[in-house]
């Protein structure tokens, strides 16, 4: 069964500062993809990354970086200089395959992050 | 500009009643799934659908039930079996096989029972 780990429930910092964001994953499929997703207060989730299984590279969005390691299953999300508006729930998501699960994901429990001024 | 339209934003409900929950999509997709979320919780799979007229529980159907008359629309009815209906309802929908493209959500639906 696949499973997504987040073990920050809650993480709380003040502005400018730089804040990393768990995610540790299990999967027995060799092709799978993983996501990070942003819910802000309104409720609505927004895609952030895809990444695929085999595509180790590092990648570097504006403030956002995304840090996957299969050797340890982890693909670890930074803010650099957090802002307040980046005060949000988190979710990391894995990719199911199979006749049955078609294109399922795997949720995490997300992250609540608080971005004080 | 395709998207995911949920409706209504805040639903009231009256202990014993049943209640549908709207989701209309235009982004040609052929799955389609409902959450739902408690205050401080992850997201929770009631029910999914990945081809018209069909469709399979999720980790929690009880209590719920959907359907999948066409592929742009997958209603979720809130029955008065289900006991602590009061929670966010997330509805989404995404492409087939690979690769996967991920979901795009709705903006919700946030159910109180009164």
């Known amino acids: 069964a696949q499973k997504v780990t987040q073990a920050q429930t809650e993480i709380s910092v003040v502005e400018k500062e730089d804040v990393t964001l768990d995610c540790v994953y299990e999967?027995?499929?060799?092709?799978?993809?993983l996501f990070w997703y942003k819910q802000p207060p309104s409720g609505e989730l927004v895609f952030l990354i895809r990444r695929n299984s085999f595509d180790e590279q590092n990648e570097i969005s504006g403030r956002y970086s995304w840090n996957f390691q299969k050797s340890t299953s982890s693909f670890n999300f930074t803010i650099t200089a957090s802002q307040v508006v980046d005060s949000a729930v988190y979710f990391c998501?894995?990719?199911?395959?199979?006749?049955?699960?078609?294109?399922?994901?795997?949720f995490g429990e997300g992250t609540q992050l608080t971005v004080n001024p | 500009d395709g998207g995911i339209t949920q409706s209504p934003k805040y639903l009231f409900r009256k202990e014993g009643q049943n209640v549908t929950l709207s989701c209309e999509q235009n982004l040609n997709h052929d799955a389609m799934y409902w959450y739902r979320q408690d205050p401080g919780q992850g997201l929770r799979l009631i029910y999914y659908?990945?081809?018209?007229?069909?469709?399979q529980k999720g980790d929690i159907a009880e209590g719920y039930s959907v359907s999948r008359e066409k592929k742009e629309s997958f209603p979720l009815t809130v029955t008065s079996a289900q006991k602590n209906p009061t929670a966010f309802y997330l509805c989404?929908?995404?492409?087939?096989?690979?690769?996967?493209?991920?979901?795009?959500f709705g903006s919700g639906t946030r159910l109180t029972v009164v």
């Open positions: 998501a894995l990719s199911e395959t199979g006749e049955t699960s078609g294109s399922r994901l795997t």
């Open positions: 989404a929908s995404s492409l087939t096989g690979t690769p996967n493209y991920g979901y795009t």
């Open positions: 999967t027995r499929d060799t092709t799978y993809y």
């Open positions: 659908s990945q081809i018209v007229n069909d469709f």
